[in-house]
């Protein structure tokens, strides 16, 4: 075997790929999208990905921390009530993200131990840490307040966010428990067909 023979399979793959149709551009987000800022969150099982890397579904999305004692139980069993609201199918239409306003804290080991408690399923719900320094900036896209209190824990906005598969919000509503905001539910079923 010669040297062109060796290569020949090395020139065949270089002339297929350059014959094949490029990968079509993802269309780009609207200007409102909550996606259009550029962070990065780790999931409950140390996956790392793009905020934006969430578009592609409806998702109902708030936030929290994991040590938290109060409120934001009451946020996840809000998740939940709305999630049960929800026939098979929509349910499979919607994905649930609760993002950590406490990333020092909140490692993927602390926000899979919260998976756990609440046995949520991590096909529809995703638990995430961003960076540090861009808490704020996804608070603001998603009109969260919130404020380090000098114990640890946070005061904080108990909203849940509605966003379309291109993140554009369509609903928001700051009542938490078991009842939810039969608006909110029914925005979230018209967004899941």
């Known amino acids: 075997m010669n040297r062109f023979t060796r290569s020949l399979p090395v020139?065949?793959?270089?002339?297929?790929?350059?014959?094949a149709p490029a990968r079509a551009?993802?269309?780009?987000?609207?200007?409102?999208?909550v996606y259009q800022l550029p962070a990065r969150l780790t999931d409950q099982d140390g996956r790392s990905r793009n905020w934006s890397g969430l578009q592609g579904k409806p998702r109902v999305i708030s936030m929290f921390y994991t040590s938290c004692q109060y409120i934001c139980p009451l946020i996840v069993?809000?998740?939940?009530?709305?999630?049960?609201?929800?026939?098979?199918?929509?349910?499979?239409?919607?994905?649930?993200v609760l993002i950590s306003m406490d990333p020092r804290n909140d490692t993927p080991q602390a926000l899979g131990e919260v998976v756990s408690r609440y046995r949520l399923d991590t096909r529809r719900w995703t638990l995430a840490s961003p960076a540090?320094?861009?808490?704020?900036?996804?608070?603001?896209?998603?009109d969260i307040r919130y404020r380090a209190l000098a114990d640890?824990?946070?005061?904080h906005t108990s909203a849940l966010v509605l966003v379309?598969?291109?993140?554009?919000?369509?609903a928001r509503t700051e009542k938490t428990g078991s009842?939810?905001?039969?608006?909110?539910?029914?925005?979230?079923?018209?967004?899941?067909?």
């Open 152 to 155: 640890g824990g946070f005061n």
């Open 132 to 142: 540090p320094d861009q808490v704020r900036a996804l608070a603001g896209v998603l």
């Open 164 to 170: 379309d598969a291109q993140g554009r919000i369509l």
């Open 11 to 19: 020139l065949v793959l270089v002339a297929v790929a350059a014959l």
């Open 179 to 193: 009842r939810p905001d039969p608006d909110f539910v029914r925005a979230v079923r018209e967004a899941a067909h």
């Open 25 to 33: 551009a993802d269309p780009p987000l609207p200007s409102e999208s």
């Open 77 to 96: 069993e809000s998740g939940k009530a709305i999630e049960r609201q929800l026939d098979d199918p929509q349910r499979d239409r919607i994905g649930f």
